[in-house]
């Protein structure tokens, strides 16, 4: 069954097929903002996907339900050892590598953000790491490459904009088998895409002004920034106008949603 085959059969009932989102937010607060912002700048409802919070637990996923996957950010560092990784992240982590392997294989529709870069990098056998390239919360400005020219969700764009990052790992090159789209001045791996189908940022294409200074907040001890910045960082997000990220993430969905 082919992605754009939009529906599946149950009980020889046909159902429409739905996106699947996978998170990784073990705060309450920050995965609900997360979820809403994917909703609203993907122009989605939420009867068309399917939110699975993987702090809670992996269910079985066959891939043949949904018309994509979306995986988001979180506190999780896909390069930390073992020891140093959450509970629950040593739990969904293999299962989520398995699927990114199936996903790859099927050139399946993806779009990841932040750790959905890294892990879609590290199932790729690319080098992601704490070493060099991490951003703290905030805007920058995102450059794409001649390769975004004529890239589906990238082409028309404009060649620089600004977008909203924050975090500690990144990929340290660009992911064996993956096109460069998209590069900053602090991070040269911004955007990539495997085969036809397969995208991952480490911006966050869901992100604005609020949520920023949301995630300020509950992340102001985890180490992504000094907390005696939060305040200073919160008020910069607010004058930022940032757009440009939010029409990938319509792009994507209106692509293949069918």
Same mark, same amino acid.
């Given at each position: ?114 750790? =959905?870069?890294?892990? !879609? +990098?590290?199932?790729? *056998?690319?080098? &992601?790491?704490?070493?060099?390239? #991490? /951003?703290?919360?905030? %805007? ?36 064996? =088998?993956?096109?460069? !789209? +998209?590069?900053?001045? *602090?991070?040269? &791996?911004?955007?990539?895409?495997? #085969? /036809?189908?397969?995208? %991952? ?58």
């Amino acid at each position: 069954m082919r992605y754009a085959d939009c529906t599946r059969a149950i009980d020889n009932v046909v159902m429409p097929k739905s996106c699947l989102l996978l998170q990784l937010r073990p705060e309450q607060a920050a995965s609900d903002q997360e979820y809403h912002a994917i909703l609203d700048a993907g122009g989605l409802t939420p009867a068309e996907v399917v939110r699975v919070e993987m702090n809670h637990g992996m269910p079985d996923l066959d891939l043949d339900d949904y018309w994509a996957v979306i995986v988001g950010g979180g506190p999780s560092n896909i390069s930390y050892p073992e020891d140093r990784k959450y509970d629950y992240q040593r739990i969904f982590e293999p299962e989520l590598r398995k699927l990114l392997i199936e996903v790859v294989r099927r050139d399946f529709p993806y779009l990841g953000a932040c750790y =959905g870069l890294s892990v !879609l +990098a590290e199932a790729l *056998g690319g080098q &992601v790491s704490t070493e060099k390239y #991490g /951003e703290s919360p905030g %805007a920058t400005t995102i450059e794409l490459t001649g390769d975004a020219d004529a890239d589906p969700l990238l082409r028309g764009l404009p060649d620089a904009f600004r977008a909203f990052v924050g975090h500690k790992e990144s990929c340290q090159d660009v992911p064996p =088998g993956a096109t460069l !789209l +998209a590069g900053s001045e *602090g991070c040269p &791996v911004q955007a990539v895409r495997v #085969g /036809e189908h397969v995208y %991952a940022t480490q911006f966050h294409p869901e992100l604005d002004g609020e949520g920023l200074a949301l995630r300020i907040e509950i992340y102001r001890h985890d180490g992504y920034f000094d907390p005696a910045e939060a305040d200073y960082l919160t008020e910069l997000g607010h004058r930022e106008h940032i757009t440009v990220p939010q029409e990938i993430l319509r792009r994507f969905v209106a692509r293949y949603r069918g």
